[in-house]
């Protein structure tokens, strides 16, 4: 699976982006997708993912309530939209994909990582 993040830019605080990641191959359906982020000097964490169907989504706490993550199995794309964003938010975020269905927060669970997109929230 080969997956391109796209959708990063610079943003005002307050404002929203939407993060699409688009994978190719068939069996996109068959993966849990998920959301990471990275800022300089911090180790990657997890942001959101969602299960196979898109019936079960999962998140940090620092963003709940304002991201949303969901995903297209026909388009095999998956999408990130922030909104409210804080400067703490800037990252470089990517997407992922793993076949494992358990600890969807973790980054050892997940097979296939595209390239990065960089968010930068300006304060």
């Known amino acids: 699976v080969q997956l391109q993040a796209s959708g990063g830019g610079l943003v005002q605080a307050g404002g929203s982006l939407r993060l699409s990641c688009a994978a190719s191959?068939?069996?996109?359906?068959?993966?849990?997708m998920g959301w990471f982020r990275q800022a300089p000097g911090k180790e990657r964490e997890f942001v959101a993912a969602?299960?196979?169907?898109?019936?079960?989504?999962y998140y940090t706490d620092s963003v709940k309530g304002r991201f949303t993550i969901s995903r297209d199995n026909v388009k095999n794309t998956v999408y990130l939209q922030m909104s409210i964003l804080k400067p703490e938010d800037t990252a470089l975020y990517y997407c992922?994909?793993?076949?494992?269905?358990?600890?969807?927060?973790?980054?050892?669970?997940?097979?296939?990582w595209g390239q990065g997109t960089l968010v930068t929230v300006s304060s």
């Open positions: 992922a994909a793993g076949s494992s269905r358990t600890y969807p927060t973790l980054v050892a669970r997940y097979d296939y």
């Open positions: 191959g068939r069996t996109f359906s068959s993966y849990v």
């Open positions: 969602i299960s196979r169907t898109g019936g079960n989504t």
